[in-house]
């Protein structure tokens, strides 16, 4: 069965009972999952990851199936949820479960999903599907906190706030945070929100780095020509570098071992951001470990030459990049 994330509330939780939630919208999922943990009272939240329960799911079964009468209510959340569940969600189905929510997290599903599928045609199943935020939605997030507050913050300064925070909620409401607490202190000038939010920076230099070692050359020449990066910012710019390349060595190391893409993405850990999965695909096809081991060194040589000429640190580090991304 089908719902609305805004219709979850009016679920009968002892009817219905297992979830899915899928889509992008990861920090709206995360704010339904912690309102279903705050109605119950002394709720139990125990995180799984799908492929901890398809090794042994004998431990699920039994985490869901073995309450004692003093037992309190539990949410398990199944994260990466996949197709590869969709066998073991059946066969609860056929047994009695009480005072237990399930909730499994899945990214996007497409309409063919044998999971989707099998919780939009059931009555006892319940699929909920985030999409993005709109600029509608963040806006009425963003002045509905103000009136809230008591906070004035004019059009420009709410648009400044959206857009800079790469329109994701968790990062609006993080950035919102800081400005209530420095209206507590005096009044909000827009140099104030210019200064307070400074996420938009680090996307740009993560998305930097991020389309150079997938050797995307184009991007990352626009990326660069659309930025006007400062001199305090390249040291930033090289530690970001020399941390991807890193995880990125880990992955390719992985990835010659077993030869399976997909494998190797999944059980990374920590888990990558499902927005971040197709670029690293494309870095670990185009990168050997042998390679990135020498960008390191290189990376590393490259930090010094900077201290040693910070009037051309910039110059220095962006015919780097651009010489990288080819």
């Known amino acids: 069965m089908i719902a609305k994330h805004s219709e979850i509330n009016k679920i009968n939780f002892k009817k219905n009972n297992i979830y899915l939630f899928y889509g992008k919208n990861e920090s709206l999922k995360k704010e339904k999952i912690?309102?279903?943990?705050?109605?119950?009272?002394?709720?139990?939240?125990?995180?799984?990851?799908?492929?901890?329960?398809?090794?042994?799911?004998?431990?699920?079964?039994?985490?869901?199936?073995?309450?004692s009468f003093f037992d309190n209510q539990k949410i398990l959340l199944v994260n990466q949820a996949t197709d590869k569940i969709e066998k073991i969600i059946s066969?609860?189905?056929?047994?009695s479960i009480i005072d237990t929510l399930i909730i499994l997290n899945a990214e996007i599903l497409e309409k063919k999903s044998k999971l989707r599928i099998l919780f939009?045609?059931?009555?006892?199943?319940?699929?909920?599907?985030?999409?993005?935020?709109?600029?509608?939605?963040?806006?009425?997030?963003?002045?509905s906190f103000l009136k809230e507050k008591k906070i004035l913050l004019s059009q420009s300064d709410v648009n400044l706030l959206i857009n800079r925070c790469?329109?994701?909620?968790?990062?609006?409401?993080?950035?919102?945070?800081?400005?209530?607490?420095?209206?507590?202190t005096k009044k909000i000038k827009p140099e104030d929100i210019i200064k307070i939010i400074n996420l938009y920076e680090n996307y740009e230099i993560s998305d930097l780095v991020d389309n150079c070692l997938a050797k995307n050359h184009k991007k990352t020449l626009n990326i660069i020509?659309?930025?006007?990066f400062s001199s305090e910012e390249v040291v930033l710019i090289i530690r970001?570098?020399?941390n991807k390349a890193k995880k990125l060595l880990y992955l390719a190391d992985?990835?010659?071992?077993?030869?399976?893409?997909?494998?190797?993405?999944?059980?990374?850990r920590p888990p990558i951001f499902w927005k971040n999965k197709e670029i690293i695909k494309q870095q670990i096809i185009k990168w050997k470990s042998n390679s990135i081991k020498k960008l390191i060194f290189d990376l590393n040589n490259i930090e010094l030459q900077i201290k040693k000429n910070s009037l051309s640190s910039i110059n220095i580090l962006t015919n780097f990049i651009i010489d990288q991304s080819n």
């Open 34 to 67: 912690n309102l279903l943990a705050k109605k119950f009272e002394n709720t139990q939240l125990i995180k799984y990851n799908q492929n901890e329960i398809l090794d042994n799911s004998n431990i699920f079964f039994n985490e869901i199936l073995n309450n």
């Open 91 to 95: 066969e609860l189905l056929s047994y």
């Open 166 to 184: 790469n329109n994701d909620r968790g990062n609006i409401e993080n950035e919102l945070n800081k400005i209530e607490m420095l209206s507590e």
């Open 225 to 228: 020509n659309e930025n006007n």
């Open 240 to 242: 970001i570098f020399i």
């Open 120 to 143: 939009e045609k059931n009555n006892d199943l319940i699929c909920v599907p985030f999409y993005p935020d709109n600029n509608e939605t963040l806006i009425n997030i963003v002045y």
């Open 254 to 268: 992985n990835y010659a071992a077993n030869k399976d893409l997909e494998k190797t993405i999944s059980s990374s």
